[in-house]
């Protein structure tokens, strides 16, 4: 049972490079997301879907594109990255945004990103 | 707009004290409200939720009650172990508003033997 899996684990990129962090989940979950995790900010939204097709931004999205064209994959692109984007990233997806959910998210472990 | 509020860390224990980490909300309606741990490394897990008003959710030793009175939902353990070592992230998902999750900074909690 997979859950949601998130590739690279790790990775580090020079200034202006870009990249694409994996995010694959499993469980046919129509809502996923990606935010960052940085020391005293706590967690924060990136981008979300609400479904294939769908997408939105969230607390913080410049730099960052994102697309969902099947259910299961949910790739997170830096076009050129920069010092600022060092984080961990997580990816995170729940069954559904219907009232009969009551929004549990199931997170993958994490990619930690290093922008030299 | 919706937001959670949990005390700052860290908090700083020995084995087999008695653990609270505060947690506050905002939210219209009636969100249903989680703890996620994460432990060193890992990603977030679910620890407990409650999805209604006096509801109590529990997993591992581990106790939250919900209570709109005083619009919290603290987190409670009668003993702490140093496996508990992680942080703790206080939630609430709203159905009727966004939807989106809305979480708090979290909590570091560091047990020593």
């Known amino acids: 049972n997979a859950g949601v899996t998130q590739t690279p684990k790790f990775q580090v990129l020079k200034t202006g490079q870009s990249m694409t962090l994996q995010c694959a989940q499993d469980m046919n979950h129509e809502y996923m997301s990606w935010y960052r995790q940085d020391p005293g900010m706590g967690l924060r939204l990136i981008h979300y879907?609400?479904?294939?097709?769908?997408?939105d931004q969230g607390e913080v999205p410049n730099g960052y594109n994102v697309s969902r064209s099947t259910t299961e994959d949910f790739p997170l692109r830096l076009l050129s990255a920069a010092p600022s984007q060092t984080s961990v990233y997580f990816c995170?997806?729940?069954?559904?945004?219907?009232?009969?959910?009551?929004?549990?998210?199931?997170f993958g472990e994490g990619s930690r990103l290093t922008v030299l | 707009g919706d937001s959670v509020t949990q005390m700052e860390g860290p908090v700083t224990l020995s084995e087999e004290a008695f653990l609270t980490i505060n947690c506050t909300y905002t939210?219209?309606?009636?969100?249903?409200l989680f703890w996620y741990v994460q432990y060193p490394g890992e990603g977030l897990q679910l620890l407990l939720k409650?999805?209604?008003?006096?509801d109590k959710g529990s997993n591992k030793g581990f106790e939250a009650t919900y209570r709109k009175e005083t619009t919290s939902f603290h987190l409670e353990k009668g003993s702490v172990q140093v496996s508990d070592s992680a942080v703790y992230f206080c939630?609430?998902?709203?159905?009727?508003?966004?939807?989106?999750?809305?979480f708090g900074r979290g909590t570091s909690l560091i047990v020593h033997p």
């Open positions: 409650a999805t209604k008003a006096d």
């Open positions: 879907s609400v479904g294939a097709g769908i997408t």
């Open positions: 939630a609430l998902s709203r159905w009727g508003g966004s939807y989106i999750p809305t």
């Open positions: 995170a997806s729940s069954y559904s945004l219907l009232a009969e959910n009551t929004g549990e998210l199931f």
């Open positions: 939210a219209t309606g009636y969100p249903s």
